[in-house]
């Protein structure tokens, strides 16, 4: 089994279906104590399917109970929960299995080794772990948990029920709102990329004095680095989740519920609206802007602004239906070649 411990509560399939508000098919005494993916899922695990893709793991799976939505045609033999949708309904069932497992640090409260400056503020509830550094008139409000290894520089405002995971780092200034995670070693309002070539001084460094804000309910992937604006703020909006290994530039604005995927890389001051995705190592070009409800595929490479809804791919990208059929077209490039030579040749 993929997930199972000890602390794994058993559930009947009736259970389950009272639980999700789900349909149930088959037997309602089918139990299931552990979840599994469905290639290798025993009869005592649960999983899901919500990709044509897998269609044949599906249909072979031994999965006790698996977890699909309304159109999913059924094989006979299996017990069955249906669900609009079947992969969030998952995730709720896991949490159903797990919720006696603690895995919560040892460290309660704030530890010894914590160096907090005096004129901090640390709410009602804050945990602070081992060798955490927080620095001048930094304000942490009520519950939220900072993690080993953390470093808070002057003057930051951090909100309610925040996590900071180990080795994160924040810089002077920077406003987080509430409810946001920072996974393990993110940097928060480092410098921007900044240059000037001067005839008397070579390259000149241009310091950036504005500021980070991030928004309710966002969440930074580990690696991942957010700079500082140059004079004003770099903004991510509420609910916009971010994954590993991104950069975003100095004085880029994101709207909110975007989902921004790994490696991508986001050049200073372009600005991007709401409910954007964008796939993995795509590339923005600096002071551009997105449109809202935009998707960019992995490794797009965006060079000037898109304004309409819709899927965008390729490099320079451009609209998915046209990079197709000009992919098409490229793919024939060479049969199109040998015919115009064998036309000449029949001429000479």
């Known amino acids: 089994m993929l997930l199972k411990s000890s602390s794994c509560k058993t559930f009947t399939l009736q259970q389950l279906a009272s639980l999700l508000d789900a349909e149930a098919v088959g037997s309602l005494e089918t139990e299931i104590n552990g979840a599994d993916d469905l290639l290798t899922a025993t009869q005592e695990d649960i999983s899901f399917y919500s990709n044509e893709k897998y269609y044949s793991q599906f249909a072979s799976s031994k999965a006790g109970i698996i977890l699909v939505g309304p159109d999913v045609e059924l094989v006979e033999g299996k017990a069955y929960l249906i669900h609009p949708k079947p992969s969030l309904a998952f995730q709720t069932v896991l949490q159903f299995l797990f919720e006696h497992r603690d895995i919560r640090s040892g460290f309660k409260d704030i530890h010894p080794t914590a160096v907090i400056h005096p004129t901090a503020k640390i709410g009602e509830g804050v945990r602070i772990g081992p060798n955490v550094v927080i620095d001048r008139e930094v304000e942490v409000s009520d519950f939220t948990q900072i993690d080993a290894g953390c470093v808070i520089y002057p003057l930051v405002q951090i909100g309610k029920y925040c996590h900071f995971y180990a080795n994160v780092t924040v810089r002077e200034e920077v406003i987080i709102k509430n409810r946001v995670i920072l996974q393990p070693n993110c940097v928060i309002g480092g410098c921007g990329f900044g240059y000037e070539s001067d005839v008397h001084r070579g390259v000149v460094k ?15 992937g580990s690696g991942t680095t957010i700079d500082r604006a140059r004079f004003k703020s770099t903004r991510i909006g509420r609910m916009t989740k971010i994954d590993n290994l991104v950069q975003i530039g100095h004085n880029v604005d994101i709207g909110m519920a975007n989902f921004i995927v790994a490696q991508v890389g986001i050049a200073g001051s372009t600005k ?25 595929g992995a490794k797009s490479g965006v060079m000037a602004s898109i304004l309409e809804p819709g899927m965008y791919v390729g490099l320079p990208a451009g609209p998915a239906m046209d990079q197709g059929r000009l992919h098409t077209r490229l793919k024939k490039l060479d049969q199109l070649f040998k015919r115009v030579d064998a036309l000449e040749n029949s001429k000479g």
């Not at 241009?206 to 930074?220: C, F, P």
């Not at 991007?272 to 960019?296: F, P, T, Y």
């Open 206 to 220: 241009l310091e950036h004095y504005g500021k980070v804000i991030l928004e309710d309910d966002v969440e930074i």
């Open 272 to 296: 991007v609206g709401d409910r954007v995705q964008i796939g993995g190592q795509a590339g923005l070009n600096g002071h551009i802007k997105i449109g809202s409800d935009v998707q960019i």
